[in-house]
């Protein structure tokens, strides 16, 4: 089984700063998918930002960017311009070509004001 | 929002006694999931569905089984519920594969006492 790794349980920034929350995986695969969840404490999932392994081209979205490094098995996210709505738990998954979804244990961000 | 519903919301039950938790979609997606999720464990697969009357194992799948007889309800069974079922229970949907991201539910709150 596919491991996700989220090696900072709390991260914190300033308003209209920038931070990166980072995410390893572990996988014998080359062909996958990974994602970016923001749980606000609405509890409701929200997908944030996603990247196919197969390009090299790291995704953006908005403020919201990834940097993906497959050789190192990493896809950190990156808030640009953070807000105070950013504040929230953010979760990166890993899909595998089976359709299962593997999840990290969760970054907990807030932001300062 | 994907039409994705779980019922009951919020649950409390005593140690022995049956619990089912029902998902339902509108969306006719394919793919169907459990998840619950504690406190620095993230989110974990119990079960999933690929399809009516297929589904498979996740990693935490011990007391707990799941059915499928419908393509929009994907039911989860505690058997005989015990305090460390007690959890945030998600419902997840999603489509073709691949990059196609997942959608959750609201999400049920479960006491066993």
């Known amino acids: 089984a596919q491991t996700v790794t989220q090696s900072q349980p709390e991260m914190s920034v300033q308003e209209a700063e920038t931070v990166t929350l980072s995410c390893t995986y572990d996988t014998s695969e080359s062909d996958y998918y990974l994602f970016w969840y923001k749980q606000p404490p609405s509890r409701q999932m929200i997908l944030v930002i996603r990247q196919e392994a197969y390009k090299q081209q790291n995704a953006t979205e908005n403020r919201f960017s990834v940097n993906f490094q497959k050789a190192a098995k990493s896809f950190s996210l990156k808030i640009s311009d953070s807000q105070l709505g950013d504040a929230a738990m953010y979760f990166c998954?890993?899909?595998?070509?089976?359709?299962?979804?593997?999840f990290g244990t969760g970054t907990s961000l807030t932001v300062i004001p | 929002d994907a039409g994705i519903t779980q019922s009951p919301r919020h649950k409390v039950t005593e140690t022995g006694t049956p619990v089912t938790l029902r998902c339902h979609q509108t969306?006719?997606?394919?793919?169907m999931y459990w998840y619950r999720q504690d406190p620095g464990h993230g989110l974990r697969l119990i079960h999933y569905s690929y399809g009516v009357k297929d589904t498979d194992k996740g990693e935490v799948s011990d007391g707990y089984s799941v059915s499928r007889s419908k393509t929009e309800d994907f039911l989860l069974t505690l058997e005989s519920a015990t305090s460390s079922q007690t959890s945030v229970y998600f419902c997840?949907?999603?489509?073709?594969?691949?990059?196609?991201?997942?959608?959750f539910g609201p999400g049920t709150r479960l006491t066993v006492l």
């Open positions: 969306e006719n997606h394919r793919y």
């Open positions: 997840a949907i999603t489509g073709r594969g691949g990059i196609d991201e997942q959608f």
């Open positions: 998954a890993y899909r595998n070509t089976g359709n299962q979804f593997y």
